[in-house]
């Protein structure tokens, strides 16, 4: 099973959301070249697991709803940016600006309960975002014509637990299916 661990966004903040990604689109014209995430699928990644075999998903389905010691709290998204950091942009993100380090401290929880079961992460260092778009070709050009289109908050959430869901990829796009919840308590 394809698994991941991520934070849930309310229906306030995908309509957000999805009025920036019109003003994105907006600033970059009529460019095919970019595919926009729909807002319904859109998540915070805490951590991606990949292919777990069955027999061991028992375990981490009792691991992720078992309550989380963290009070809950809120985050705001805010800054556009992409990745990679020079050169023709790949991916379209935005950023979060208060609770990223409260989204950080609750990553590494998660991270500690995963990794207690074996599951080994991606080494890399975690910055909370939202990928809102990914290029199919692009130019270094539409670096800063992108990132001019929004600075200012685009919108808030109440973090108050984390999903474990089981994503199945099709030419449809991703399904996903939440498997277990923990609260933040």
Same mark, same amino acid.
């Given at each position: 099973?394809?698994?991941?661990?991520?934070?849930?966004?309310?229906?306030?903040? !995908?309509?957000?959301?999805?009025?920036? &990604?019109?003003?994105?689109? &907006?600033?970059?014209?009529?460019?095919?070249?970019?595919?926009?995430?729909? =807002?319904?699928?859109? +998540?915070?990644?805490?951590?991606?697991?990949?292919?777990?075999?069955?027999?061991?998903?028992?375990?981490?389905?009792? $691991?992720?709803?078992?309550?989380?010691?963290? @009070? =809950?709290?809120?985050?705001?998204? &805010?800054?556009?940016?992409?990745?990679?950091?020079?050169?023709?942009?790949?991916?379209?993100?935005?950023?979060?600006? =208060?609770?990223?380090?409260?989204?950080? @401290?609750? &990553? @590494?929880?998660?991270?500690? %309960?995963?990794?207690?079961?074996?599951?080994?992460?991606?080494? %890399?260092?975690? +910055?909370?975002?939202?990928?809102?778009?990914?290029?199919?070709?692009?130019?270094?050009?539409?670096?800063? @014509?992108?990132?001019?289109?929004?600075?200012?908050?685009? $919108?808030?959430?109440?973090?108050? +637990?984390?999903?474990?869901?089981?994503? !199945?990829?099709?030419?449809?796009? =991703?399904?996903?299916?939440?498997?277990? !919840? $923990?609260?933040?308590?």
């Amino acid at each position: 099973m394809r698994l991941f661990v991520a934070l849930d966004l309310d229906d306030d903040a !995908r309509g957000a959301i999805a009025a920036l &990604q019109h003003r994105v689109t &907006q600033a970059l014209g009529v460019d095919r070249s970019i595919k926009m995430i729909d =807002p319904a699928r859109m +998540h915070v990644t805490l951590a991606f697991l990949g292919e777990i075999a069955e027999r061991d998903v028992p375990a981490i389905v009792d $691991a992720l709803s078992v309550s989380i010691d963290t @009070r =809950p709290f809120a985050a705001e998204f &805010q800054g556009l940016g992409v990745f990679p950091p020079r050169g023709a942009p790949r991916v379209l993100w935005l950023g979060v600006g =208060p609770g990223e380090s409260e989204i950080v @401290r609750l &990553q @590494r929880e998660v991270a500690a %309960r995963l990794e207690c079961l074996g599951v080994t992460l991606e080494p %890399r260092p975690f +910055h909370p975002h939202l990928t809102l778009a990914r290029w199919r070709t692009s130019r270094p050009a539409d670096r800063e @014509r992108v990132l001019s289109a929004e600075s200012r908050a685009v $919108a808030r959430v109440n973090v108050d +637990h984390v999903t474990l869901y089981q994503s !199945r990829l099709s030419p449809a796009g =991703p399904a996903y299916t939440a498997l277990a !919840r $923990a609260t933040l308590t």
